[in-house]
């Protein structure tokens, strides 16, 4: 059995869930996947499960009846990870925005160097490595990332990158009931909760490639969630 797990949580993603489960098979590292399925009308549900016996105990699947967010997603997957012993659980996007050749990388910097937590940053030591983004998207990115680090203090150039590996101990760390927040927040409250308990935290270089195949799920409610939510936790704290 694998000792890593990856976590993809999918709604509408027909046109890239099974080129990204092939490409996550295909690197050297043996790589188990959880897709977390919020019930896509588009089918995606229905490929991933035409793929199981193909992959038979390294490829499965969670439907959940609703869309409830992505933070409710990966906690579903955080949660299926642990009850399996998986001692590396990892993000992932489904749209190949997350290269999976860097998984390993990802990996590594847990599993030999180290990290507690390894985030695949865009921002590493204030590059960007961003591409088919346009400037508007670019700069609210790059400077949400900046707004976060100053507000917190947390020392992660990339606090709001999606493509994270944890040590099963960090998980099993935080308390997922008290968890505030759902959308793009979420990834902020997760390093942040991880700082906090004085984990390692390490960040990998990555480029992010935007999305060419299906919709993009960014939306401005997600940027405002995470702009007023990174205060509440300055302001108020966060139970860990």
């Known amino acids: 059995m694998s000792d890593a797990l990856v976590i993809i949580p999918t709604f509408n993603e027909k046109e890239n869930i099974e080129a990204i489960i092939r490409a996550t098979f295909s690197q050297k590292k043996d790589f188990h996947i959880l897709i977390v399925d919020d019930n896509s009308p588009d089918g995606t549900a229905k490929i991933v499960t035409e793929l199981i016996p193909e992959f038979p105990e390294k490829l499965s699947?969670?439907?959940?009846?609703?869309?409830?967010?992505?933070?409710?997603?990966?906690?579903?997957?955080?949660?299926?990870?642990?009850?399996?012993?998986?001692?590396?659980?990892?993000?992932?996007?489904a749209d190949?925005?997350?290269?999976?050749?860097?998984?390993?990388?990802?990996?590594d910097a847990c599993s030999k160097e180290g990290g507690d937590v390894a985030v695949g940053s865009r921002y590493v030591n204030n590059q960007v490595n961003v591409v088919n983004w346009d400037i508007k998207r670019l700069l609210l990115s790059y400077f949400a990332s900046k707004y976060v680090r100053f507000i917190t203090r947390i020392p992660v150039f990339d606090t709001t990158a999606g493509f994270v590996c944890y040590r099963r101990k960090v998980l099993e760390r935080i308390q997922f009931d008290k968890i505030k927040f759902?959308?793009?927040?979420?990834?902020?409250?997760?390093?942040?909760?991880?700082?906090?308990?004085?984990?390692?935290?390490?960040?990998?270089?990555?480029?992010?490639?935007?999305?060419?195949?299906?919709?993009?799920?960014?939306?401005?409610?997600?940027?405002?969630?995470?702009?007023?939510?990174?205060?509440?936790?300055?302001?108020?704290?966060?139970?860990?």
């Open 96 to 107: 190949f925005s997350h290269n999976p050749t860097d998984l390993e990388r990802l990996y």
């Open 182 to 240: 759902v959308g793009y927040a979420f990834q902020i409250e997760m390093k942040y909760k991880a700082w906090k308990h004085k984990f390692n935290i390490k960040e990998v270089s990555v480029i992010f490639t935007d999305r060419t195949l299906g919709t993009s799920k960014m939306s401005g409610n997600i940027v405002w969630e995470a702009l007023f939510g990174v205060l509440k936790m300055r302001i108020n704290g966060l139970p860990k």
């Open 61 to 93: 699947l969670e439907n959940r009846k609703n869309k409830n967010g992505l933070g409710t997603a990966y906690l579903h997957g955080f949660k299926w990870g642990i009850e399996r012993k998986y001692d590396y659980i990892i993000e992932m996007d």
